[in-house]
């Protein structure tokens, strides 16, 4: 369930980063952003609005820090080769 609702919040920065370049720039194609980026005239708070919204889309979907509290979850439980409690002698 972590795991859900975190990737969740993710997918949630990324869309909204998505939407505000479209919406800035009428383009999500790099080039054509990097283009009218020159001619665009944008608000003070719209490049790092789309900013932190991609980095958070990028760390929600990377399990980056803070973003990673399903992580350690996921990787409690044993491995197949060491879930054998007894030792194997050859």
Same mark, same amino acid.
């Given at each position: 369930?972590?795991? %859900?609702?975190?990737?969740?919040?993710?997918?949630?920065?990324?869309?909204?980063?998505? %939407?505000?370049? %479209? $919406?800035?720039?009428?383009?999500?194609? %790099?080039?054509?952003?990097?283009?009218?980026?020159?001619?665009?005239? #944008?608000?003070?708070?719209?490049? !790092?609005?789309?900013?932190?919204?991609? #980095?958070?889309?990028?760390?929600?979907?990377?399990?980056?820090? !803070? #973003?990673?509290? $399903? #992580?350690?979850?996921?990787?409690?439980?044993?491995? !197949?080769?060491?879930?054998?409690?007894?030792?194997?002698? $050859?």
């Amino acid at each position: 369930m972590k795991a %859900f609702v975190v990737n969740r919040i993710g997918d949630f920065g990324l869309m909204l980063a998505m %939407f505000m370049i %479209f $919406w800035t720039f009428g383009s999500l194609t %790099f080039a054509e952003v990097f283009e009218r980026l020159e001619t665009v005239r #944008l608000e003070a708070w719209v490049m !790092p609005a789309i900013t932190l919204l991609l #980095l958070l889309g990028a760390a929600g979907k990377s399990a980056q820090a !803070p #973003l990673y509290v $399903w #992580l350690p979850d996921a990787m409690a439980g044993p491995t !197949p080769v060491s879930a054998s409690s007894t030792p194997r002698r $050859w």
